[in-house]
């Protein structure tokens, strides 16, 4: 009778055990997907600055300016995150 209580002792904290790494495996990817996240963010904020310096608008000499129009991120790989932003010819301007 004491080593069926044993075994089952056992067995539930095998168990027990189990779970607790599951659920510190499943912390850690959240932390590195919450850090993924604020990496890119940090990333597009710092391409903003960027470009308010360089002035809101680049007109080139053919004198259109630039206006962003899209933004894709890519949170993940081992670099980090991608940020890409997509310009066009602004429309409404007076040299189209």
Known sequence: MLDVVRRQVEQLTKEAMAQERKAKE???LYLESEHRRR???KHL???MRGSRRAG???VYSFGK???PVSFLQDV???DGADV???FEYESG???N
């Open 93 to 95: 301007h007076p040299s």
């Open 26 to 28: 499943k912390g850690l």
């Open 65 to 67: 300016p630039l206006v």
């Open 84 to 86: 890409h932003l997509h």
């Open 39 to 41: 990496l890119a963010e």
């Open 76 to 78: 993940g790989g081992e």
């Open 56 to 58: 809101h608008e680049r």
């Open 45 to 47: 904020r710092s391409a």
